[in-house]
């Protein structure tokens, strides 16, 4: 029996008494196949007091942040007393699934473009969302009830918005049917669960790279330009060759054939996922540098082991992207693969965002991607296998992640509403005397 899941003294709090009871930080603990057992629920005694004690510890912030925290705090300030901070994020969430509901109807596999008014709506609703995201911590701060679990929130929600962000873009792109969609959603979010990754390690999350460029450029960005595609004949525009878009500057003899031919969307796909490869060898680099993987007092075969350990927890999330390649675009409904990738992929991030709070030991086999890495290889390999069986497999996928996806969080949130002694979705009444 795991001693960070059996030694309690009745009420939830850690034993302090022996070596063994005392709680101990295992990020860096090597953790191949299976996480310690737990007795209940999916967090240890230990893991809950680190999350009783925990502090959110963001990097810099840009320069459009500090000229927009204003603007929240104001915005803020009209919200109730009484509205609790996780119904803000809640509120922001419902934003995205609107939009997201809407695009599925009006663009089911994103090979076809949506309405202007669609378009437009999705643009506003990314803005919204996530100037509703950086309200949901003023608003804690505000009525004097932050908490880990607002945390567990925002970047719980954070992570699923993704799927919706990735589907605004592949829309109004109409990249569906087609590996550029798969490039679009799997760099998005390896990127978010590298950032959780990171935070595992160093305990500090990263959102922004120098001062000019983080998470608020990026949302507000992204919303912008929905609502400027809305405006466009975003076919003409983006089914433009790149000859033709580079013809007034550069000679088109002089240009390499593959750029030639290309067209602009897959120009603009390319350069982001470029970037996004970049930045997330940049957080690779943090992490193995950190004090706490490669510390100056350490030995050079412990920081080896450390750092093997930090990368072995990216396998998982890497073999979801390699599976996603696996499946032939025209073997799927695009939207069937992209929402079952999405779900299993916010289920790991999920995870890892509770065991950083909690210093817990995280895997580096997540057996909860197994059932669509299987599902990918039988869509490659079974060349008997029809467009129908595949959805359909894919479909009970979904389900199944989503109803994984729920019943994880709703027992990770009572177990840390008990232990905080705190309700999730309003304020508990501060006790007189």
Same mark, same amino acid.
């Given at each position: 029996?795991?001693?960070?899941?059996?030694?309690?003294?009745?009420?939830?709090?850690?034993?302090?008494?022996?070596?063994?009871?005392?709680?101990?930080?295992?990020?860096?603990?090597?953790?191949?196949?299976?996480?310690?057992?737990?007795?209940?629920?999916?967090?240890?005694?230990?893991?809950?007091?680190?999350?009783?004690?925990?502090?959110?510890?963001?990097?810099?912030?840009?320069?459009?942040?500090?000229?927009?925290?204003?603007?929240?705090?104001?915005?803020?300030?009209?919200?109730?007393?009484?509205?609790?901070?996780?119904?803000?994020?809640?509120?922001?969430?419902?934003?995205?699934?609107?939009?997201?509901?809407?695009?599925?109807?009006?663009?089911?596999?994103?090979?076809?473009?949506?309405?202007?008014?669609?378009?437009?709506?999705?643009?506003?609703?990314?803005?919204?969302?996530?100037?509703?995201?950086?309200?949901?911590?003023?608003?804690?701060?505000?009525?004097?009830?932050?908490?880990?679990?607002?945390?567990?929130?925002? @970047?719980?929600?954070?992570?699923?918005?993704?799927?919706?962000?990735?589907?605004?873009?592949?829309?109004?792109?109409?990249?569906?049917?087609?590996?550029?969609?798969?490039?679009?959603?799997?760099?998005?979010?390896?990127?978010?669960?590298?950032?959780?990754?990171?935070?595992?390690?160093?305990?500090?999350?990263?959102?922004?790279?120098?001062?000019?460029?983080?998470?608020?450029?990026?949302?507000?960005?992204?919303?912008?330009?929905?609502?400027?595609?809305?405006?466009?004949?975003?076919?003409?525009?983006?089914?433009?060759?790149?000859?033709?878009?580079?013809?007034?500057?550069?000679?088109?003899?002089?240009?390499?054939?593959?750029?030639?031919?290309?067209?602009?969307? @897959?120009?603009?796909?390319?350069?982001?996922?470029?970037?996004?490869?970049?930045?997330?060898?940049?957080?690779?680099?943090?992490?193995?540098? @950190?004090?706490?993987?490669?510390?100056?007092?350490?030995?050079?075969?412990?920081?080896?082991?450390?750092?093997?350990?930090?990368?072995?927890?990216?396998?998982?999330?890497?073999?979801?992207?390699?599976?996603?390649?696996?499946?032939?675009?025209?073997?799927?409904?695009?939207?069937?693969?992209?929402?079952?990738?999405?779900?299993?992929?916010?289920?790991?991030?999920?995870?890892?965002?509770?065991?950083?709070?909690?210093?817990?030991?995280?895997?580096?086999?997540?057996?909860?991607?197994?059932?669509?890495?299987?599902?990918?290889?039988?869509?490659?390999?079974? @060349?008997?296998?029809?467009?129908?069986?595949?959805?359909?497999?894919?479909?009970?996928?979904?389900?199944?992640?989503?109803?994984?996806?729920?019943?994880?969080?709703?027992?990770?949130?009572?177990?840390?509403?008990?232990?905080?002694?705190?309700?999730?979705?309003?304020?508990?009444?501060?006790?007189?005397?």
């Amino acid at each position: 029996t795991n001693p960070s899941a059996s030694t309690g003294n009745g009420d939830g709090a850690p034993q302090v008494g022996g070596t063994e009871g005392k709680p101990r930080d295992e990020t860096i603990t090597t953790c191949l196949l299976f996480e310690p057992p737990v007795n209940t629920g999916n967090i240890s005694l230990h893991g809950l007091h680190f999350i009783a004690t925990h502090k959110y510890r963001p990097s810099d912030y840009t320069h459009l942040d500090n000229l927009l925290n204003p603007m929240w705090t104001y915005l803020t300030e009209l919200l109730p007393m009484w509205l609790a901070p996780n119904m803000v994020t809640t509120i922001g969430g419902f934003h995205c699934g609107v939009a997201y509901a809407l695009l599925w109807w009006y663009s089911p596999d994103m090979d076809e473009s949506p309405p202007d008014w669609v378009v437009i709506l999705a643009g506003w609703c990314t803005i919204a969302y996530y100037t509703l995201d950086c309200m949901d911590g003023k608003q804690a701060r505000r009525t004097g009830s932050s908490s880990p679990l607002g945390q567990l929130f925002d @970047h719980g929600f954070d992570c699923i918005c993704t799927i919706f962000s990735m589907s605004t873009c592949a829309s109004y792109l109409v990249i569906g049917g087609t590996y550029w969609i798969v490039l679009l959603q799997t760099t998005l979010q390896f990127a978010f669960f590298m950032a959780q990754w990171e935070e595992y390690h160093t305990h500090v999350l990263p959102h922004c790279a120098g001062k000019w460029f983080g998470v608020t450029e990026v949302n507000y960005s992204m919303g912008l330009l929905a609502i400027i595609n809305g405006f466009l004949d975003r076919v003409a525009f983006y089914h433009r060759p790149m000859e033709q878009v580079l013809a007034p500057y550069f000679d088109p003899q002089q240009l390499p054939a593959f750029l030639k031919e290309s067209e602009l969307r @897959h120009f603009l796909l390319a350069i982001w996922g470029v970037i996004s490869i970049t930045m997330m060898l940049g957080s690779i680099k943090r992490v193995l540098f @950190h004090a706490h993987i490669a510390g100056d007092s350490m030995h050079p075969v412990q920081i080896r082991t450390n750092r093997l350990n930090a990368l072995s927890k990216l396998a998982t999330p890497f073999s979801l992207c390699v599976a996603a390649f696996m499946v032939p675009p025209n073997a799927v409904r695009s939207r069937y693969l992209s929402v079952t990738l999405g779900l299993s992929f916010s289920l790991l991030t999920k995870k890892m965002i509770v065991f950083s709070m909690a210093k817990m030991a995280f895997a580096a086999v997540q057996w909860d991607a197994v059932p669509l890495l299987l599902a990918a290889l039988w869509i490659r390999l079974d @060349h008997t296998v029809t467009r129908a069986r595949a959805d359909f497999a894919l479909g009970v996928l979904c389900l199944w992640y989503a109803f994984r996806m729920l019943r994880w969080v709703n027992v990770t949130i009572n177990q840390i509403c008990e232990k905080l002694d705190i309700y999730c979705f309003r304020l508990k009444k501060r006790k007189k005397g």
